[in-house]
């Protein structure tokens, strides 16, 4: 490796954990293992079974990261905004002041099951009482990198192989990248700012660093002491994501879906949530229509 490639500050296998109603999560950053990384709050690899899901529920002062990669997952929240994800599609969400939604996945005539990723990301303090917002990055949009031909990249946020990514997706510079190689043996070189913390997460095969192969779901931690992160891919039909995102120099205080700099702002914050203040006067007798589930005929017309 060069001299200019980061070394690893931690590793460990993601281990499944029950979230929301009747979900099932692999957890990696948001555990006891990493707490933080900032920017990041959270990482989990979901898998939902209807009726199982995330029905209604707040978010403050946080931006969130879905990434579909089967079957589908249909949104809604307080403002009126909702929509479908397909295999590929990623939203990016910004919570601002204040959001309620609900993310349930859709009941598959053929039986296929939600898998995904979805990334918890702190604001910067500026920007924790901006107004909710939502960007949909659809599959066909987004560019593929193909450093060799057993290997392709979707480039959803950043820069790789020459390939750069659709713009202006989130508030927080995040770099969002999915390798899959079809054949073990490819080396890749990803490239960061140093001002970047950065990590990799093993969907599913292995991937080899340095003298270490890590298997499915390992989530790997890389010091900021290189330009870049490099490996080979260690087995056929592999997937992983790397993603890296802008340190930010401030505190972060969170409890659940609420993330502040301070413990004071972080009880105004629930304040406002029970008193349907701040932010959060749509919450009032507000409820989702997808609260109870969704199948694959009532998401055609959910738009």
Same mark, same amino acid.
């Given at each position: 490796?060069?001299q200019?490639?980061?070394?690893?500050?931690?590793?460990?296998?993601?281990?499944?954990?029950?979230?929301?109603?009747?979900?099932?999560?692999?957890?990696?950053?948001g555990?006891?293992?990493?707490?933080?990384?900032?920017?990041?709050?959270?990482?989990?690899?979901?898998?939902?079974?209807?009726?199982?899901?995330?029905?209604?529920?707040?978010?403050?002062?946080?931006?969130?990261?879905?990434?579909?990669?089967?079957?589908?997952?249909?949104?809604? +929240?307080?403002?009126?905004?909702? =929509? *479908?994800?397909?295999?590929? $599609?990623?939203? @990016?969400?910004?919570? #601002?002041?204040?959001?309620?939604?609900?993310?349930?996945?859709?009941?598959?005539e053929?039986?296929?099951?939600?898998?995904?990723?979805?990334l918890?990301?702190d604001?910067?303090?500026?920007?924790?009482?901006?107004?909710?917002?939502?960007r949909?990055?659809?599959?066909?949009?987004?560019p593929?990198a193909?450093?060799d031909?057993?290997?392709?990249?979707?480039?959803?946020?950043?820069?790789?192989?020459?390939?750069?990514?659709?713009?202006d997706?989130a508030?927080?510079p995040?770099?969002?990248?999915?390798?899959k190689?079809?054949?073990?043996?490819?080396?890749?070189?990803?490239?960061?700012?140093?001002?970047?913390n950065?990590?990799?997460y093993?969907?599913?095969?292995?991937v080899?660093?340095?003298?270490?192969?890590?298997?499915?779901?390992?989530?790997?931690?890389?010091?900021? +002491?290189?330009?870049?992160?490099? =490996? *080979?891919?260690?087995?056929? $039909?592999?997937? @992983?994501?790397?993603i #890296?995102?802008?340190?930010?120099?401030?505190?972060?205080?969170?409890?659940?879906?609420?993330?502040?700099?301070?413990?004071?702002?972080?009880?105004?914050?629930?304040?406002?949530?029970?008193?349907?203040?701040?932010g959060?006067?749509?919450?009032l007798?507000?409820?989702s229509?997808?609260?109870?589930?969704?199948?694959?005929?009532?998401?055609?017309?959910?738009?």
């Amino acid at each position: 490796m060069s001299q200019n490639t980061r070394s690893i500050l931690k590793h460990f296998i993601a281990q499944e954990q029950a979230e929301g109603v009747g979900a099932r999560v692999r957890r990696s950053i948001g555990t006891a293992k990493m707490r933080k990384f900032s920017p990041f709050l959270m990482l989990d690899h979901f898998n939902v079974i209807p009726p199982a899901g995330f029905p209604d529920h707040p978010h403050h002062g946080q931006e969130t990261i879905t990434y579909v990669r089967k079957g589908m997952v249909a949104h809604e +929240d307080f403002t009126g905004s909702k =929509g *479908i994800l397909r295999p590929g $599609d990623l939203q @990016f969400m910004t919570a #601002g002041k204040a959001v309620c939604h609900s993310e349930m996945p859709v009941l598959m005539e053929n039986g296929e099951i939600l898998d995904g990723l979805q990334l918890w990301v702190d604001l910067p303090t500026n920007l924790k009482n901006t107004e909710p917002r939502y960007r949909d990055l659809h599959k066909e949009n987004i560019p593929i990198a193909k450093p060799d031909e057993n290997l392709e990249i979707e480039v959803i946020s950043g820069k790789s192989y020459g390939i750069e990514s659709v713009k202006d997706l989130a508030y927080t510079p995040v770099d969002f990248y999915v390798y899959k190689a079809r054949k073990k043996g490819s080396a890749f070189t990803q490239d960061f700012s140093r001002d970047y913390n950065v990590f990799l997460y093993i969907v599913k095969g292995s991937v080899a660093i340095g003298n270490e192969v890590f298997p499915q779901h390992s989530s790997i931690f890389f010091n900021t +002491d290189g330009d870049n992160v490099q =490996g *080979i891919v260690g087995s056929d $039909d592999t997937e @992983f994501a790397i993603i #890296g995102g802008q340190i930010l120099r401030q505190e972060t205080v969170q409890h659940g879906p609420f993330v502040e700099e301070t413990v004071e702002k972080l009880v105004k914050v629930f304040h406002n949530y029970e008193s349907y203040t701040g932010g959060f006067e749509r919450a009032l007798n507000w409820r989702s229509s997808i609260r109870n589930g969704i199948d694959e005929s009532q998401a055609a017309n959910h738009k």
